[in-house]
């Protein structure tokens, strides 16, 4: 399907959390027809995500290291910038780019097939789980705290349980004894 047909096919569907991932799978396409990797889904977009649109956001942030070449894609799609954000005015969705590359190569993410041989990349729900927690107790955000607890509960059984640990005990993030906390509350 050519780009035309995508955008029109993301104007007509209903679901905005669908409509995002669309958008990000059509990116991701025309920065692959340019040789590079595409971005990944971080932030509340991806909160969204795994939350199955229990929390929403109306913006999509992405982590990618190529700026100039991202830039570049957003323009030909339709999108302008204004400020931090890429604003496409007729399909009423915004980009942010707030994050050059997550923190980590062995980063897990999560690929997901978006149809239309389309196809984007998450944050691993881990490192999700990790942010979130980061903002509720450094932030004192609750609804991210809210989130890390419900995300733990939805995924308990699938979470890479080491890797959780072994980043929540890290200094940047000190935020191992939290995590405890709510694993004791959710402990199956």
Not at 15 to 38: A, F, N
Not at 131 to 149: F, G, L, Q, V
């Amino acid at each position: 399907m050519d780009t035309f047909k995508i955008l029109e096919m993301i104007r007509n569907t209903e679901s905005p959390l669908r409509r995002q991932l669309l958008m990000v799978g059509l990116i991701t396409r025309l920065l692959k027809e340019k040789g590079k990797r595409g971005p990944i889904i971080i932030g509340d977009c991806a909160l969204s995500y795994y939350s199955r649109e229990v929390y929403f956001t109306t913006d999509i942030d992405l982590a990618y290291a190529e700026r100039g070449t991202l830039d570049s894609v957003l323009k030909t799609i339709g999108f302008q910038e204004k400020g931090r954000y890429w604003i496409h005015e007729g399909l009423k969705m915004a980009i942010e780019a707030p994050a050059s590359k997550l923190t980590e190569e062995e980063a897990p993410v999560e690929i997901v097939e978006v149809g239309e041989g389309l196809q984007c990349t998450i944050i691993g729900i881990e490192d999700l789980i990790i942010d979130r927690m980061n903002a509720c107790k450094h932030w004192k955000s609750e609804i991210d705290c809210e989130m890390a607890e419900l995300l733990v509960n939805r995924y308990y059984t699938d979470l890479d349980w080491p890797y959780l640990e072994r980043k929540s005990a890290k200094l940047e993030n000190d935020i191992l004894s939290e995590l405890g906390e709510i694993k004791s509350r959710v402990q199956r």
